[in-house]
Structures are given as C-alpha cells and as structure tokens.
C-alpha cells in the first residue's frame, strides 16, 4: 500500500474518532434529530469521494510512470533512468521489460542532460498487462500523436518514426 493511502486512512480514522467524540460532548447520542442522518450522509460522501480520488490519482500516477522517452539508441523512464537499445533487441522488447519491471515506486530519476539523451518520441502506455498493451505514441519534431492497441501496432509506429 502506498504512502498517500496510509496518510489517508489515518487521517480519516482520526477525523472520525475526533467527530465520534465531538457527537457525545454535544450529546447528539440522546436526542432523535434530523441533523443525526444529515451529518452521518455527509461523512460517509466525503469518505467515498476520498477513496475514489485516491483510486483515481493513483491510477493517473502510474499512467505518468510508465511513459517512455525514445531515441535512436535509448530509452528514459523516470523510474527507471536512462536505458540502452541492444543492437539485436528490438525496442519494443527492451521497453515491455522496463514496463514489466516497474515497482511503481514514489523515487524518480531525473532526466538525461539533451546533450546525453534528446528524444524522438514519448510512449504514453494506458493500459499494460500480459494480453493488453494500449496507449499513443507522441512524435517530438511533428507534435503528432497516433495511437496504438497491440504490441505490433506500436513496434510499426516505431519503425516509421
């Protein structure tokens, strides 16, 4: 589980056992009000809108890790760092086990001076798995993107580029 997530079920614990406690000094607890099911509605949506953030941030944040940078002769993934393209791999392999290998972690690396690594294009991976490889391919010098949804897909993208 991550850090952000942790932070975040403390957090709510607390507020609750803060709130729990605020309902009795103010002795909700021996009174039938209407206010009772208007603030039981109100927590219970903001947990709910909290838990979906999270799901959603989440998901938006591991999209952001799994771009890669593309050259002529590398790669660069901010988790990852800067990567080689073996002369008798395609890039294709070598980027699926950079995607296969991430951890998804919170550290980055930071990106290669232009002199060391200039781009060509960006591959922004949407959705990965064992079956499912999907997501667009960003051109650099014509600020085109195309989008692909099998693995063969991108590897013909990459050999017009």
């Excluded at 952001?64 to 990567?83: A, D």
Aim: hydrophobic share 40%; charged share 30%; net charge negative.
């Amino acid at each position: 589980m991550k850090r952000k997530n942790i932070t975040t079920y403390v957090l709510t614990t607390i507020i609750s056992a803060f709130l729990l406690g605020f309902w009795y000094y103010l002795r909700f607890n021996w009174a039938d009000n209407v206010f009772d099911l208007v603030i039981s509605v109100a927590w219970w949506a903001m947990t709910a809108i909290a838990i979906i953030t999270i799901v959603r941030v989440e998901r938006k944040r591991r999209e952001h890790i799994r771009t890669i940078y593309v050259s002529e002769r590398s790669g660069f993934n901010s988790e990852v760092g800067l990567f080689p393209f073996d002369d008798h791999t395609h890039p294709v392999d070598a980027i699926d086990k950079v995607l296969k290998d991430l951890t998804y972690g919170f550290e980055k690396v930071d990106f290669p001076h232009e002199k060391e690594f200039f781009p060509h294009c960006h591959i922004r991976t949407t959705r990965y798995g064992s079956d499912t490889w999907e997501g667009e391919v960003f051109m650099v010098r014509t600020e085109k993107e195309e989008k692909f949804e099998t693995r063969e897909e991108l590897s013909r993208i990459l050999v017009h580029t």
